[in-house]
T-cell receptor, first 118, second 113 residues
Framework: EADIYQTPRYLVIGTGKKITLECSQTMGHDKMYWYQQDPGMELHLIHYSYGVNSTEKGDLSSESTVSRIRTEHFPLTLESARPSHTSQYLC????WGQGAWTTNEKLFFGSGTQLSVL | KNQVEQSPQSLIILEGKNCTLQCNYTVSPFSNLRWYKQDTGRGPVSLTIMTFSENTKSNGRYTATLDADTKQSSLHITASQLSDSASYICVVSPSGGYNKLIFGAGTRLAVHP
């Protein structure tokens, strides 16, 4: 069982609100990720971090921002939510596997936050 | 373009039966291939990770195969249980960076009693 937690599990808010999705892991992983997933569709990377004070944008353009002030905490913020932001947001972290050069890292996911913007 | 295609899109089987899910990819250069199980409303959980040199890998009733020459993988589920009902996602990692994982859209499996 992975020790990575996301809150809230479900969030329904109105357009224009500022929201923060929380993600915490207790495994001491340096690498953390945010993915966005629509129903029946593939996961898309929107942000990642390789350690404290390191954040990068992923492959999918997103209006959200992230911060990494502590190793265990990787929150995602939307300054002004819109209906187009309705989706499931999944946080993940990883550890090095056998032989880092093969990128065999195990990826652990949280349970996700289902966001609905009205 | 790097892509991962999964088939079928959805599948219904009876409890106790076997099934095989397919994954074709065009990712190159290729590092490894992973299968994840995602229950509805939950995050994906890793089932197997295979490098290009591995042909088969088992995890309980789940057996994954990989043919790096034809760029195909399959996930075989033996003696299915109701708890196997979930989406099964094939993920391919190109060489050169973890942030470049390519996800398939998944196969949604429903096991009926």
């Amino acid at each position: 069982e992975a020790d990575i937690y996301q809150t809230p599990r479900y969030l329904v808010i109105g357009t224009g609100k500022k929201i923060t999705l929380e993600c915490s892991q207790t495994m001491g992983h340096d690498k953390m990720y945010w993915y966005q997933q629509d129903p029946g569709m593939e996961l898309h990377l929107i942000h990642y971090s390789y350690g404290v004070n390191s954040t990068e944008k992923g492959d999918l353009s997103s209006e959200s921002t992230v911060s990494r002030i502590r190793t265990e905490h990787f929150p995602l913020t939307l300054e002004s939510a819109r209906p187009s932001h309705t989706s499931q947001y999944l946080c993940a972290s990883s550890e090095w596997g056998q032989g880092a050069w093969t990128t065999n890292e195990k990826l652990f996911f949280g349970s996700g936050t289902q966001l609905s913007v009205l | 373009k790097n892509q991962v295609e999964q088939s079928p899109q959805s599948l219904i089987i009876l409890e106790g039966k076997n099934c095989t899910l397919q994954c074709n990819y065009t990712v190159s250069p290729f590092s490894n291939l992973r299968w994840y199980k995602q229950d509805t409303g939950r995050g994906p959980v890793s089932l197997t990770i295979m490098t290009f040199s591995e042909n088969t890998k088992s995890n309980g009733r789940y057996t994954a195969t990989l043919d790096a020459d034809t760029k195909q993988s399959s996930l075989h589920i033996t003696a299915s249980q109701l708890s196997d009902s979930a989406s099964y996602i094939c993920v391919v990692s190109p060489s050169g960076g973890y942030n470049k994982l390519i996800f398939g859209a998944g196969t949604r499996l429903a096991v009926h009693p």
